[in-house]
């Protein structure tokens, strides 16, 4: 399963725990959107 994560409402902050949390993760940024996916 593959969970797709729409972080542009959160804060560099809260982005860079959230990827401490899940090191598999990927962080895709586009402009001003970035998504955070993630296989579980």
Known sequence: M???K???NYRLAT???F???FP???L???GDL???TVEC
């Open 15 to 17: 982005l860079l725990n």
């Open 2 to 4: 593959k969970m797709v």
């Open 19 to 21: 990827l401490r949390l």
């Open 34 to 36: 970035c998504v955070v």
């Open 6 to 8: 729409n972080m542009a």
């Open 24 to 26: 598999e993760a990927e």
């Open 28 to 30: 895709i940024c586009d």
